[in-house]
């Protein structure tokens, strides 16, 4: 159903024991508006990844609240039984509401119930990487992470989980899970607009852990986003072509999981993040986020 391919840019990066490209995909617009309910275009979203697997992806994020329940079911129907390199990541510690909310839902039942509802959705085993989504929907909240981490590490040792990772955390936070077990990957906001994690990522990319940014074209001012596109102009590409190729040289430990529900933007995605940029076209987008 498709293999790692050589055209896919930015090559591969190991999450624990399992290679992955860095360039991924990220399911999460694939369900219905505001990330409810089903897809306007069911047939299309299927086909988009089937595409991403054939134009070698070999990691998908998602998550059951997500729908919720949608993306985890289109992805069992699109890709099951699953090719041998292709990993799924899924995340828990959020759920949703009637208002289209993400209310937390990081008590022990829920997390096991969220993890136990991946694996039946995704039709698996075990998961292979479970990251626990910290904080709200404005961004990381400070505050412990022990007990909830801790469930994950029990689901961990009765081989229901493979590897586990932090979403929407604090630096303190990922220190705070490193210290009760090892993680392979970090999700955050991040991008050229946003670079409060800077130091993490250099430091996350010293121990080999992963740090996977989403919203890359989030929260920019119009200024930024002047900014940003006067550069595509010039270098006859999209914006998010850009924001993914910068990414992509920012840190060797950077994975990309750009989230799109049509076919032709995964294509223009996954050639746009080979995007060649000179010297002078990083140091003008590095300025972007000063």
């Keep these: 159903m498709g293999t790692p391919s050589a055209s896919l840019p930015g090559g591969t990066w190991t999450l624990g024991d399992l290679t992955v490209t860095r360039f991924g ?18 047939e ?49 510690g959020a759920t949703r509401d009637e208002k289209g909310g993400w209310p937390p839902a990081r008590e022990p039942d829920a997390l096991r119930r969220a993890v136990t509802e991946n694996l039946e959705n995704l039709g698996l085993d075990t998961l292979d990487v479970v990251n626990l989504r910290l904080g709200d929907a404005r961004g990381p909240v400070p505050g412990s992470l022990a007990e909830a981490f801790g469930t994950l590490v029990d689901l961990q040792r009765q081989g229901l989980v493979r590897h586990l990772g932090v979403s929407n955390a604090t630096a303190e936070q990922v220190a705070e899970a490193r210290s009760i077990a090892p993680i392979v990957c970090v999700q955050n906001m991040y991008n050229l607009a946003h670079r409060h994690d800077d130091a993490l990522i250099d430091e996350l990319a010293e121990q080999g852990i992963a740090y996977v940014p989403f919203f890359p074209l989030g929260g920019f001012s119009p200024l930024q986003s002047s900014a940003l596109t006067a550069v595509a102009t010039r270098l ?37 993040a080979g995007l060649a940029l000179s010297d002078t076209d990083l140091a003008e987008l590095d300025a972007i986020g000063r």
């Design 25 to 42: 995909y990220g399911a999460m617009q694939l369900a219905g508006p505001y990330v409810m309910g089903p897809p306007a275009d069911r």
């Design 44 to 92: 299309g979203a299927l086909a988009v990844l089937r595409e991403a697997v054939a134009l070698g992806v070999t990691h998908i994020d998602t998550a059951d609240a997500y729908g919720p329940h949608v993306t985890n079911l289109l992805i069992r129907e699109a890709l099951h039984p699953y090719p041998g390199p292709l990993h799924i990541v899924t995340k828990v």
């Design 236 to 272: 006859g590409a999209t914006p998010m072509s850009v924001a993914l190729a910068w990414l992509l040289r920012r840190s060797p430990n950077i994975l990309l999981i750009p989230g799109t529900s049509s076919v032709a933007h995964l294509r223009e995605n996954a050639a746009g």
